[in-house]
């Protein structure tokens, strides 16, 4: 099994990651899409964007349909995209989770511990 792994990021995009996560939790509040939101980030690395932009999505659907209950049709109204894109995102971060579970147990195993 392939071993999963975040993205370790540079003291410099962690610094770019954490001032972009703020401009979209505002923008989100402000009832901007997150289209519009991320069009605004000004972030030259492409691949960063994107990775921040995924993050920001699961994050979002974590704390609207996980926390507060809300139908995934109503997060990607809120968001302003469509359905589809929200499942996709939310298959895409049930996949973390399992990968990452796996990779601890496996971990625990390694050490004894399971």
């Not at 989100?28 to 993050?55: N, Q």
């Not at 704390?63 to 894109?85: F, P």
Request: proline share 0%.
């Amino acid at each position: 099994m392939e071993e999963f792994r975040y993205k370790e990021y540079t003291k410099e995009e962690s610094t770019i990651y954490d001032a972009a996560m703020e401009k979209l939790k505002k923008s989100m509040a402000e009832g901007i899409t997150l289209d519009d939101a991320v069009s605004r980030l000004d972030i030259a690395d492409a691949e960063l964007k994107r990775l921040i932009t995924e993050d920001f999505l699961k994050i979002f659907i974590v704390q609207l349909h996980y926390e507060k209950g809300i139908a995934i049709k109503d997060v990607a109204s809120t968001l302003g995209i469509t359905y589809e894109r929200v499942l996709e995102a939310q298959k895409a971060m049930l996949q973390d989770i399992q990968l990452t579970s796996i990779a601890e147990y496996h971990k625990g195993l390694s050490k004894g511990q399971a």
